[in-house]
């Protein structure tokens, strides 16, 4: 009865720290996402109704919450009742450097897709077409973000299965 109460608690704790984790990330990563689209204010456009700008933000959360996962996941899976405290901290601390390669991998990859996107289309400035409004500027914006995503995606939680505890024998 006691182990089943330990890991009921142990299952909370570890979706309040996903949650947390998700949420910061996805934070994070809009306020990195603002900084690298100079000449719109997200923000403003959303206010207005600007669908276009809509889209392509609910493209950059998908995208890294897609990448993010791997690295919330491994931070997860690695924290459990059963664990010394030592055990769990090094748990913590792996899952925590797995997060933020995911969320570094992320942003990244999310840039080089806009830059690549902006060299393949040069007869569109996408973020112009976006501040009018253009919802199918957006539309393939947001498919090309959220495919790399899942690319980017894979290769994080290559890395995060690299870095776990058991693979490194901790």
Not at 31 to 45: A, H, N, Q, V
Not at 75 to 104: F, R, Y
């Amino acid at each position: 009865m006691d182990t089943a109460i330990v890991s009921v608690v142990a299952a909370i704790i570890q979706l309040i720290i996903g949650l947390a984790l998700a949420m910061g990330s996805v934070y994070l990563g809009l306020k990195m996402f603002d900084r690298m689209t100079k000449g719109i204010d997200e923000w403003k456009e959303i206010l207005k109704g600007n669908v276009a700008v809509g889209i392509l933000m609910a493209a950059v959360i998908f995208s890294i919450a897609n990448v993010v996962q791997s690295g919330v996941g491994s931070l997860l899976a690695n924290l459990g009742a059963e664990q010394a405290m030592d055990q769990m901290l090094t748990a913590l601390v792996l899952g925590l450097i797995n997060l933020g390669i995911g969320l570094v991998a992320a942003v990244f990859s999310i840039w080089v897709a806009i830059k690549v996107l902006d060299r393949i289309t040069k007869d569109v400035d996408e973020m112009a077409e976006l501040a009018k409004g253009n919802v199918a500027v957006a539309v393939i914006m947001a498919g090309v973000l959220i495919a790399v995503s899942f690319v980017i995606g894979s290769a994080v939680t290559g890395i995060s299965n690299a870095l776990s505890p058991a693979n490194l024998g901790l």
